[in-house]
């Protein structure tokens, strides 16, 4: 069973390639082993956009051995906060779970220039979401 401790995200978007990768990424870089971290999309792409990779190097994150998993029902249960971003409709919505919409513009098809200001607002928006689900106890 779970550490029920530990709060749960689940990031989501149409292709897990671009910002819920980055969003994950970022969550796991800055709140460590203290959230539990999941990413997904309901039309799962075959490779993380090569732009998004780039533009996360440039923020010191390796996301290149990333692949796009599918969103499963199983993982949606799983998590604490859905935190979806232009996956609309196709989400599942169970009662209980908190559920958060980021609108995002979609890095797919994209050049770096154009992903780096939506990296910059996930990680803005990542920073909150780590200050109020799971603040560092020496802070």
Known sequence: MPDTTT???L???VHNA?????AAAFLTH????????????SAPADTVNPAVVEAMA??????AAEVPKVLTVEAVQASDVVITMG?????PVFPGKRYLDW???????????????????????????VDE???ASQA
């Open 7 to 9: 709060p749960s995200v």
């Open 11 to 13: 990031f989501v978007c």
């Open 18 to 22: 671009g910002r819920s990768q980055m």
């Open 30 to 41: 800055l709140a460590g082993d203290r959230v539990q971290v999941r990413s997904a999309g």
């Open 58 to 63: 440039e923020a010191g994150i390796d996301i």
């Open 87 to 91: 996956c609309g409709d196709t989400c």
């Open 103 to 129: 609108e995002l513009p979609d890095p797919a098809g994209q050049g770096v220039e154009a992903v780096r200001p939506i990296r910059d607002e996930i990680e803005k928006r990542i920073h909150g979401l």
């Open 133 to 135: 689900i799971a603040p």
